[in-house]
């Protein structure tokens, strides 16, 4: 039946394990998957790297800002895909609980510097931890306080509770 067709192999380049450059996507995945606590899918790193591509792809500029870090499990995962000319802002109460009405969460500061300080200080000029609450917060005080003017990827997971 498949007589007179020859077999068409196309060689695959490959490089070795030492020669591939080490995505920063995948090595900060590595570490948060590890090393902190938190509830994200298991499947956002290769949402993040769609959308780092469409970025690309289309020259979309901005920084990253993120509410409800908690301990930053999401947070460094997005901040993996910022440029370097990107600011990164981790908004959440951190221990500041007094406020956090559902008990939704647990952030604290202290431990999210941590992470940042030994897991990922490549990302330290960029990542700007900033204590506040959620229901708070408008979008023209957002800019105002944060410094930023626009953002490409904005994450909103803070305040569980029904405004009333």
């Given at each position: 039946?498949?007589?007179?067709?020859?077999?068409?192999?196309?060689?695959?380049?490959?490089?070795?394990?030492?020669?591939?450059?080490?995505?920063?996507?995948?090595?900060?995945?590595?570490?948060?998957?590890?090393?902190?606590?938190?509830?994200?899918?298991?499947?956002?790193?290769?949402?993040?790297?769609?959308?780092?591509?469409?970025?690309?792809?289309?020259?979309?500029?901005?920084?990253?800002?993120?509410?409800?870090?908690?301990?930053?499990?999401?947070?460094?995962?997005l901040a993996a895909i910022a440029?370097?000319?990107?600011?990164?802002?981790?908004?959440?109460?951190?221990?500041?609980?007094?406020?956090?009405?559902?008990?939704?969460?647990?952030?604290s500061l202290a431990i999210f510097?941590?992470?940042?300080?030994?897991?990922?200080?490549?990302?330290?000029?960029?990542?700007?931890?900033?204590q506040a609450d959620s229901m708070?917060?408008?979008?023209?005080?957002?800019?105002?306080?944060?410094?930023?003017?626009?953002?490409?990827?904005?994450?909103?997971?803070?305040?569980?509770?029904?405004?009333?």
């Open positions: 039946m498949l007589q007179g067709l020859k077999a068409v192999v196309t060689p695959v380049e490959t490089k070795s394990a030492a020669e591939k450059p080490i995505d920063r996507l995948d090595d900060i995945h590595r570490l948060v998957w590890a090393n902190i606590q938190g509830w994200v899918g298991d499947r956002i790193h290769h949402i993040l790297r769609f959308v780092r591509e469409y970025h690309d792809t289309e020259n979309i500029r901005g920084n990253i800002a993120e509410i409800g870090v908690h301990h930053g499990k999401l947070f460094f995962l440029r370097p000319d990107e600011q990164c802002i981790a908004i959440d109460l951190y221990e500041d609980q007094e406020k956090n009405l559902d008990k939704s969460g647990n952030g510097t941590s992470h940042l300080n030994g897991h990922f200080p490549q990302l330290k000029s960029q990542v700007r931890a900033v708070a917060l408008t979008p023209a005080g957002v800019r105002a306080r944060l410094g930023i003017d626009n953002a490409r990827l904005f994450s909103v997971d803070g305040g569980h509770t029904l405004a009333r």
